[in-house]
């Protein structure tokens, strides 16, 4: 393995054969890339995508969780910095039941991404779009 120098904001997905098996994300990539060296997860490859800033980082390791559904990824991590929320957060944020977030989302067209049957909707479009409900 080539040694990995720098820090920044790094996305990176482990492979077995053509499966993609763990998407994370890190700051210091040499340092993320070692330990999974030395971990018990099996992969046969990995791939390393730079990215400019911190909230496109979290935005792009939980599209890849989402899309790809890594056996070694356990949940995914929707926090603000990803620009995605779990209905349930949305939910008592907005004070409203999960039917109404999915006619929401739906009515106004907000992005919504389904990980291991739940919903996760775009926050700042949901935002929006209950703003504009009231």
Known sequence: MPAFKG???FVYALYLGD???YVGSTKTIGIRMMKHVESEKDFDSYAIFPVDTEEEMFELEFRGIVQFDPVYNKTATATSKSGFRSASKLRLAHK???S???EVAEMFSVETLHFRGKPYYNAGEMSAAMGAMA
Do not use: D, R
């Open 19 to 21: 499966a993609v098996v």
């Open 7 to 9: 820090k920044g904001f």
């Open 100 to 102: 109404e977030l999915a």
């Open 96 to 98: 409203v039941e999960p």
